[in-house]
């Protein structure tokens, strides 16, 4: 099983051409890399007979994987015939669906990337990487997110904690969860901060808020 937010999805890696995603409201994707070495492992271990179901979708927050529908308000719009599987069900819930359609008690390994929705970071992220001239936050809305989001980020050991006893209790059994890290987009392959590479003032934003946001 596959479960996560945009990092897990793919989002930023559509595929070529008019059908971009392999689910639109999710933006869903192959070209993910937790998809990747999936794939990678169906096609070398053909032997082991390895199925996956992937939930992923951009935008998930924590409770999106135990207990509420992304995308449940989906169902009070007309005219909407078919509906994702993320307006009737939490990702955690849509895996238990695939399980008993496939007649499977035991999902051997449960992969997942989540949190960084649940803690505000995008809205914290957009603040610094647009400045006011591009975009309607100034400085005042970023120091107001980031004390948001430090005050989510010390409670996210509860959510965390939420998540692993949903997952303990789920309808069917997991064999091993694994939990992919975000990539650190302020670095560079060499470990030093964006800082050198970019003009003066991205580069004091880049700093200010590595510095800051990890101490």
């Known amino acids: 099983g596959y479960m996560g937010d945009s990092y897990s999805s793919g989002e930023g890696a559509p595929y070529d051409g008019d059908d971009k995603w392999d ?29 996956v179901i992937n ?4 935008g998930a927050t924590i409770r999106n ?14 005219n909407v015939v078919h509906l994702p599987a993320s307006a009737n069900y939490s990702q ?10 496939k007649n499977r008690e035991t999902v051997d390994i ?17 603040a610094a990487i647009a400045p006011p001239v591009f975009s309607d936050i100034n400085w005042t809305d970023f120091n107001r997110l980031q004390g948001e989001t430090m005050q ?15 997952i303990e209790s789920a309808p069917f ?24 590479k970019f003009s003066s003032n991205t580069s004091w934003n880049c700093a200010d808020i590595t510095l800051q946001f990890y101490g």
Not at 29 to 46: D, E, H, P, V, Y
């Open 110 to 126: 449960l992969l997942m990337g989540i949190g960084g929705n649940t803690a505000g970071i995008v809205e914290l992220a957009t």
């Open 92 to 101: 955690i819930e849509e895996i238990s669906e695939w399980c008993k359609a």
């Open 65 to 78: 994987l135990i207990d509420k529908p992304q995308h449940e308000n989906l169902k009070k719009l007309p």
């Open 152 to 166: 989510k980020l010390r409670s996210m050991s509860e959510f965390y904690k939420e998540l692993n006893e949903s």
């Open 173 to 196: 059994n997991v064999g091993k969860v694994l939990m992919m890290n975000y990539p650190n987009m302020l670095h560079g392959k060499d470990g030093e901060l964006c800082d050198s």
């Open 23 to 51: 689910n639109d409201f999710c933006h869903r994707s192959n070209n993910s890399g937790g998809m990747k070495a999936i794939r990678k492992l169906i096609r070398t271990q053909r032997e082991l007979g390895l199925r």
């Open 55 to 58: 939930t992923t979708c951009s």
